[in-house]
Every structure is written in structure tokens, then in C-alpha cells.
């Protein structure tokens, strides 16, 4: 009797003999297709194949694919554990021809497969095919299939398409007859929809392409695609009709029974089942990246590992109970799926955790159930406003609720539900609009409203698919933006990260069958990735599937940045106390920038060691890991807060780096432990090195480090080497004395030039020459806004004065010019709450403009130019004061 490991071999196998490529299984979290939550079919991971948008250097292809159905219009979860062959996630096997061989191949190839290599009975084997399609027909009888046991099907049961428009074509079905002891008829019959006739193998023959106005025509590159779901075919094989009664699911069920001290097959047999279900969909979800959370594919993992924690509870579990099981799955499926194994340790901690924490809310809602329940008559259905309580309060999703009461003989009354919902919606939107948020960005709470939170992709891939839900410009939706336009564009998933925790918005390139933009900023706000984008080529309209790219070496360096200021920070701590605590931060491509609280400059020695010791971290090159946690249990393991985050009820985790001789165990083990929701290296190493560059004030009681990773650091710390031995070639007759004092005196000037710049800033803020040396600030169109001219101080002293006095407005603008001796160095910048209606880029150039220079840039908070001179400084100043008019 054959396992289902032997048999999704066998499949795999028969086709590479067959000159089809084994490509490993896509992760189930689609790159290529925004419209599917999972990856739900053998296809999709080609659909740009099919499609002629993608060529590979291969034209037949054979996989196992994971899939899960568990969300949106591909849902098996209510049926999970009820049935013999619902799943939420299952295994497809399948073999593909991207205009190679077609009919007369893959028919052929099916037939060969299941009865002799798999020894299926043919007896036992019934086929059907679309009503038209005489040719698959012919095929079938020249195969060997009497007629009596071809079956011509009418309906769009036997008619795929991949959308309205497209690629389409017949379909033809293997069915096997597990005889008359069960009920049930062939396909196309009354009783079709009983158990006896099992479809096992579907057939697509990509043949048409199908236009808007209905007609089709003939692609010129016919296609396969099929699917054989390994489980159907593996009960059969071993002698049942029951997917759960196979050699793998019935592992799971007894490891589940071992960790419950209970009966497999006695009354709690429905638990068991949709325990072993469960744990495979939410471990391999776990392994492709995804976490729990309250929207999107988070949430969808968060239903089906709740669901299957309360049946575990159903069967008088105590303890936490899926992690247990995991192993038994790796046993079972790690060979063919590694990734289940790579990722074990972190699928456990992941299931214990939620587990945990579910079982303390788990009773308390019970109890308000059995509470609404007994105050209603027989048969009456649970009031939705008493479902909304139980989400609200508990974290109960409504399907967790329909499945209680489901065994109750009962229903819940949705309607009540959805107004409860809609009500708590109501409340949030006015108690938002009223927090002070600019009253122009209420466009993104209204998108939020409508589509949901945007599924962030971009922690484990740079390029994905997306579809675009809306364009925004000028504070309103529009219909379409055109080449030359400047937009924001909104999608429903996204790889760009959006700026927040100090770490800056990516860029990239969006690409749509009609047109091209260049990402230039992505922001979000009210959980909407907002895409600052200029329209290169062609036309953008909401609807279209688009291609994004994100600038992978600048996400590169971000990275580096971001996990350096980590290793920083925990160097801070334990040079100079734990009272050192982060005051923001800056992680940006070229440079990172972290405020501190200290009270008093860092000596030279400190800096050394502080440098040193991230460094020692960058060469022992750790594995960098990722948890989601309550934050309540992060900060109980150590957990540093970052500071100016507002944390939810969940929150990322990452730890990097493990202390000397601890190994790399427990959390008291781990060197750098902070709650951060930024994207990082995969390893320490990949930072590359690490340069401090400058330590100066910020404001009283905070400093200021800035630094530099990677190639970056390497040419910084090649000039410092240089420049000491310049000094010890030309001091070599003196001796070490004079280099060890020439050493000091370099120290010393450092320190001094810290001082001296400080000196200046501090002079600068209170006041400067020339025009506009009134620090007071003035304000135009609502906004407060200060302007001076400076001397004295130079270009690289403005951005930390524009920092300090953007934190003395608390919301404003600022614009600083400082006269350089012949020349002008220009900075501007704007506070976070102004910057979705304004840009500190926009005040520079025009600022810029009036003295003579050309360009600058920087972000929307802050941007530095130059200018000719500095003598039309009123002329500048006036400029950037009609962008605060307009």
C-alpha cells in the first residue's frame, strides 16, 4: 500500500521522465496573482506563463503545490473536520505544457500514470468532458476509455477561464467509482453530489482566448495545465474514501489523540481532525512568512490556528498543544517540503505563544456564551451584537463563534453582527479625525474603510504583485494619471515598505500592462501603503494588476542601516547604563542617524568601544530572528521599545547577536532584543562593517550618533587609517611618544571641533544675522514657520539646528540659509504631521531658485541644496513662504 509520500514520488517521477522540469512548489503567498489571499492551484505560480508574459528555459513543468483555501472566494474552513475531503491546506500535483504538446500528449499521460504506474483498477474509472469538445472524446476512446465511461458535462463544470477576458478552454475530469456501498451518482447525474464517484485528476486545455465582446479565438500557444489532489488519491489507494483515514493525516490525528490523552476515534474524532488539518496550514504558513495578526493573510492564520486551539480545548487540553505536534509534521512532510524543517523552531514558539495567550481569553468567552444562550429560547439564534462582543472583547472571529455554535444546533444572527461592526467603524473614524491628523489625509482613512489595511509583503520579497484599488491627487480619487502625472497610488498588497519607526520609504518601479510609474516615497497612514509616484509612460487606472519592484540596493542599505542602529543601541546601553534609551532614529541608504539619552559627550574611549563591539557582532554574523509577541510578553523577556511607536496587540520581535559562550538558546542568550516592525539583514554579517562618524548634542539631555555601514564604512575607516599613518611616517624620527601625543592632539581637535560645532548650533538658535534672524515664528496658511540666515555655521551643522527646531514648534516648517563665505548652503524641513500636505523638497528648490542654485532634494521631512550666494536671502525666504500660501 503505497504512502503519500510514495506517491507524490511516483507522480513526480513519471513526468521528469517525460521531459517536464520538477520545479519545487511556490510559497503560498502569491508574488504573481494580487487577486488570490493563498496560493490555491498547481497554476498559479505560472500564470505568467500562460499568459506569454514570462518565458522560462523549460516548456514542461511538473510540481507539488501547497495550497490553502481558507479565505476569500476559495473557503473550505467551515467545512474542515465535517467531511471526509475538505482541507484548508492540501497538496496538488501537476503537470504543464506552455505551448509544447497539448491534447493528444496529456490525456496520454494521465491515463499511463494512474493505471500503471499508480495501479489504479481502470474498471473503476469514468472520465468527463465538455460537450463540444469531440476531439478530447476520440482521444479518450483511442486511449482506451469505452464511451459508456466518457460523460459529456454542458455546464462551466467542464470550462475554465481565467477571468472574463483571456485565456480559457475545456476541461476533462478522471473520476474513480468507489463502488455501490456508497451513495451517490456520476457526474452530471441527480445524486452527483454524493461520495461514491470522486474526481481525482482535472485536465485544462488552454485553447482559446477569449475578448471582451464574447467571441474566441484559437491561441496560437496551446496549453496544459492539470491537477491530481494527492489526498483523494491516496485514500483510494489505501483502501478508503476518507482523506483522513490516509498514512499522513492519520499520524497527525494520533499525534493529536497522544497530546490529549484521548480517543482517535471516539467522540472527539472531529477534533482530532481539524487539529491535524489545522496544524498543517498554519505551520506551513508560519514557514512562508506569514504572522499572526488582526487583518489580511494574518488574520485569515490567526481563524484557522484559534479554531483548532478550541477543539483542542474541546477535548479537556489544558496546555498549549499545536507546538507539540509540529515535529510530527516535519517527520511526515520535511523531506519533501524543507522549509517545514528550517523553519520548525519558529513555527513552534509562533503556535505556543498564540495558543498561550488565546487559552487565557478562551474560558471567559465560553462563559459569556453559555451566558447569551441561556437567556434565549430553544433554537433561537445567538444575537449579533452578542457575537460583536465576543470579537471585540475576546478576539473571537465570527466563523470561531458560527463553529460553536454549530455544534450547538444553532446559528448567529450576521445582520446584528455586521451593524455592530459597522457602528465600532463609526466610532474609530470620529475619534481619529478628531486626534489632529491633517484634515486632508481623511482620503486614506475613507480607502481604509473601503479595501481594508494594505498586506505589507516585503519582509521576505522585494517583487510582487499588486492590484491598484485607487489614485489619489490632490486629496481625491481620480479615474486614471497619465504620463508626466504625479500621483499616489494605493494597492491591495505591496513589497514597498512604508516609512515609520525611522526607517524611510522604499522606491522602486511599478509596472502595469498599460503604463510605468517610479515609486519615489511610500508613506502609510491609517493602515494604507501609500505609493508616491510619478507616471513615466503610458496610462494607470484602479483595477489594473501591477508589477512592483522595489529598489533592491537602496532596500539593501536600509536594511544594513537598520540593523546596525539595533547592535548600536545595545552597545550604548552597556558602554554608558541602561538609563541610554533611543529619543529617534533615521535609517536611510546612506547614512543612520540614532538619538540617545546621555547627559554629557562621549569620550574618545567610549566611541571606540561602542564602534568595536558592534563590529564584533557584524563579523559573528548571527542569524537575525523575527517573533510575533503581545507586547506585554516582549517587554517580560527583555524587549527594548522603540521610542515614538504606538504598539497594538501584537508586535515583531527581533532579536540578533548571541552573548559570548551562551550558545544560541534562550532570550537571556540573545545580544540585541527590541520590538521593531522595520525590515533587517538575514544575518549580522550582511551590515558588512560599521563606522561612527559623529557624536554631537541634540538637545538637553540627548545625543546624537551618526554612522555608516557597509562600503560606506569601509572608505571611512580607510581615511582614518590613512591619515594616522601619514602622521606616523612623518613622525617616525621623533618616536612613539610623539606619535601617542600626535594621537591625543587628534582626540583632542575632535573634541573641540564637537564643541565648536555645538557652540555654533546653540548660538544659531538663539539667533542669528541678516534677514529673518527673528527665531520667532510666523504663521502663514495655518502653519508656523521660521526662517534664518545664518553665519558662521556650516552646511552640515543645518540638518541637526533644522531637527531642533522643528521639536521647539512641535508642528511647523523651518528654513535655514547659511552664508558659507562666497556661497550658500540652504536646509529645510517640516514636521511629520504636515508631511502629507507638504514638502520640505518644495520649500528647498524654491528657496534655491532665488539664490542661484539648481535642484536639491532630500524627504518630505527634510532636504538640503545650495546656492550661488546668499545675498537674496529675503527673495528666498519669501519664496518658500508663497509655497506655505499656496
Known amino acids: 500500500m503505497p504512502s503519500l509520500n510514495d506517491i507524490r514520488s511516483t507522480f513526480l517521477s513519471y513526468f521528469e521522465k517525460q521531459g517536464h522540469t520538477v520545479v519545487p512548489s511556490s510559497p503560498l503567498v502569491p508574488r504573481n496573482d494580487p487577486t488570490l489571499m493563498f496560493a490555491n492551484s498547481g497554476m498559479v505560480q505560472f500564470k505568467n506563463l500562460f499568459t506569454g508574459v514570462e518565458r522560462r528555459d523549460y516548456t514542461r513543468a511538473t510540481t507539488a503545490q501547497k495550497c490553502v483555501r481558507a479565505g476569500g472566494k476559495h473557503n473550505d474552513l467551515d467545512n474542515v473536520g465535517y467531511t471526509a475531503r475538505h482541507h484548508t491546506f492540501f497538496e496538488m500535483m501537476g503537470n504543464f505544457s506552455f505551448g509544447d504538446y497539448f491534447k493528444n500528449e496529456a490525456i496520454p499521460f494521465a491515463w499511463e500514470l494512474i493505471t500503471r504506474d499508480l495501479g489504479i483498477d481502470r474498471k473503476r474509472l469514468l472520465v468527463t468532458v465538455y460537450h463540444t469538445d469531440d476531439e ?3 482521444i479518450w ?6 464511451e459508456d465511461r466518457i460523460i459529456r458535462i454542458a455546464t462551466n463544470d467542464n470550462f475554465w477561464m481565467m477571468g472574463p477576458t483571456g485565456p480559457c478552454g475545456p476541461c476533462t475530469e478522471i473520476f474513480y467509482d468507489h463502488g455501490d456501498h456508497i451513495w451517490g451518482g456520476p457526474p452530471g447525474s441527480p445524486d452527483e453530489d454524493g461520495d461514491r464517484f470522486v474526481e481525482i485528476w482535472n485536465l485544462v486545455f488552454m485553447q482559446y482566448e477569449q475578448f471582451e465582446d464574447g467571441s474566441r479565438k484559437e491561441l496560437a500557444a496551446q496549453s496544459i495545465d492539470t491537477g491530481m489532489g494527492i489526498e483523494r488519491v491516496a485514500a483510494l489507494l489505501q483502501g478508503t474514501n476518507d482523506n483522513y483515514a490516509t498514512d499522513l493525516m492519520r499520524s497527525l490525528i494520533e499525534a493529536s489523540a497522544d497530546a490529549t490523552s484521548s480517543d482517535p476515534d471516539g467522540p472527539g474524532k472531529t477534533h482530532h481532525r481539524v487539529i491535524a488539518d489545522h496544524l498543517r496550514s498554519t505551520s506551513f504558513l508560519i514557514a512562508d512568512g506569514v504572522m499572526p495578526s488582526n487583518d489580511g493573510r494574518g488574520y485569515v492564520l490567526r481563524r484557522i490556528m484559534r479554531r483548532a486551539m478550541r477543539h483542542a480545548h474541546m477535548l479537556g487540553s489544558q496546555d498549549p498543544v499545536m507546538h507539540k505536534l509540529v515535529p510530527a509534521l516535519v517527520r511526515q512532510m520535511g523531506a519533501a517540503y524543507p522549509e517545514l524543517g528550517r523553519a520548525q523552531a519558529l513555527i513552534q514558539e509562533t503556535l505556543r505563544l498564540e495558543e498561550t495567550r488565546f487559552k487565557q481569553t478562551l474560558d471567559r468567552g465560553l462563559k459569556l456564551l453559555d451566558d447569551e444562550l441561556a437567556g434565549l429560547g430553544e433554537g433561537d439564534a445567538l444575537p449579533g451584537a452578542a457575537a460583536f462582543k465576543l470579537y471585540d472583547t475576546y478576539g473571537f472571529p465570527l466563523d470561531l463563534t458560527q463553529d460553536a455554535m454549530r455544534e450547538r444546533g444553532r446559528t448567529v444572527e450576521t445582520q446584528g453582527f455586521d451593524a455592530a461592526m459597522a457602528e465600532q467603524k463609526a466610532k474609530a473614524r470620529a475619534a481619529w479625525s478628531g486626534s489632529g491628523e491633517a484634515a486632508d489625509a481623511t482620503i486614506w482613512f475613507d480607502l481604509a474603510e473601503k479595501h481594508g489595511a494594505t498586506d505589507f509583503l516585503g519582509y521576505d520579497t522585494e517583487t510582487a504583485e499588486g492590484q491598484i484599488l485607487a489614485l489619489v491627487k490632490d486629496g481625491g480619487t481620480v479615474s486614471a494619471a497619465s504620463a508626466g502625472d504625479t500621483v499616489q497610488i494605493v494597492l491591495n498588497q505591496t513589497p514597498f515598505y512604508g516609512e515609520s519607526g525611522g526607517q524611510v520609504g522604499d522606491e522602486g518601479v511599478l509596472k502595469t500592462e498599460a503604463g510605468v510609474a517610479r515609486i ?10 501609500i505609493h508616491f509616484a510619478e507616471v513615466s509612460e503610458g496610462e494607470m487606472k484602479p483595477g489594473q494588476a501591477a508589477v512592483l519592484t522595489v529598489d533592491h540596493a537602496r532596500r539593501t542599505s536600509i536594511r544594513a542601516n537598520h540593523s546596525a542602529t539595533h547592535l548600536l543601541h545595545e552597545a550604548l546601553r552597556r558602554a554608558l547604563g541602561d538609563h541610554v534609551a533611543q529619543r529617534g532614529s533615521l535609517n536611510a541608504p546612506d547614512r543612520l542617524r540614532f538619538d540617545f539619552s546621555h547627559g554629557k559627550a562621549l569620550t574618545p574611549a567610549e566611541i571606540a568601544q561602542v564602534e568595536a563591539e558592534v563590529n564584533e557582532y557584524v563579523r559573528q554574523n548571527s ?21 515614538g511607536e504606538k504598539y497594538g496587540d501584537e508586535v515583531r520581535v527581533v532579536s540578533m547577536g548571541a552573548l559570548p559562550g551562551s550558545g544560541k538558546g534562550s532570550d537571556g542568550a540573545t545580544y540585541s532584543l527590541e520590538l521593531c516592525g522595520g525590515t533587517h539583514v538575514r544575518r549580522t554579517g550582511d551590515i558588512g562593517m560599521f563606522a561612527l562618524t559623529s557624536e554631537t548634542a541634540s538637545s538637553a539631555g540627548v545625543r546624537r550618533i551618526e554612522a555608516l555601514t557597509g562600503a560606506l564604512a569601509m572608505a571611512e575607516l580607510r581615511s582614518r587609517d590613512k591619515a594616522l599613518a601619514d602622521i606616523e611616517t612623518m613622525l617616525k624620527v621623533t618616536g612613539p611618544e610623539a606619535v601617542k601625543r600626535v594621537q591625543a592632539l587628534l582626540d583632542e581637535r575632535r573634541t573641540l571641533s564637537n564643541e565648536v560645532s555645538q557652540l555654533r548650533r546653540d548660538i544659531a538658535m538663539s539667533g542669528g544675522t541678516g534677514q529673518g534672524n527673528d527665531v520667532e515664528a510666523q504663521t502663514i496658511n495655518g502653519v508656523r514657520f521660521v526662517a534664518q540666515v545664518l553665519s558662521g555655521v556650516s552646511g552640515k551643522d543645518l540638518p541637526p539646528l533644522i531637527d531642533e527646531h522643528k521639536a521647539r514648534l512641535g508642528s511647523g516648517a523651518v528654513l535655514l540659509i547659511a552664508d ?9 524641513g517640516v514636521t511629520d504631521d504636515l508631511k502629507a500636505r507638504l514638502s520640505a523638497v518644495d520649500l528647498l528648490r524654491a528657496a534655491v531658485t532665488e539664490l542661484g542654485g539648481k535642484g536639491g532634494g532630500g524627504r518630505p521631512d527634510m532636504a538640503q541644496g545650495g546656492g550661488a550666494s546668499a545675498e537674496n536671502a529675503v527673495g528666498a525666504i519669501a519664496a518658500a513662504a508663497k509655497i506655505l500660501e499656496g
Not at 519615489?520 to 501603503?529: E, L, N, Q, R, S
Not at 509577541?629 to 527594548?640: K, L, S
Open 136 to 138: 478530447a472524446v476520440e
Open 141 to 146: 476512446k483511442k486511449t482506451g476509455v469505452p
Open 520 to 529: 519615489t516615497d511610500t508613506k502609510k497612514v491609517a493602515g494604507v501603503f
Open 623 to 643: 542569524p537575525v530572528d523575527t517573533r510575533i509577541m503581545t507586547p506585554d510578553d516582549a517587554r517580560a523577556i527583555g524587549a527594548q521599545a522603540l521610542f
Open 820 to 828: 558659507t563665505g562666497g556661497k550658500a548652503a540652504v536646509a529645510a
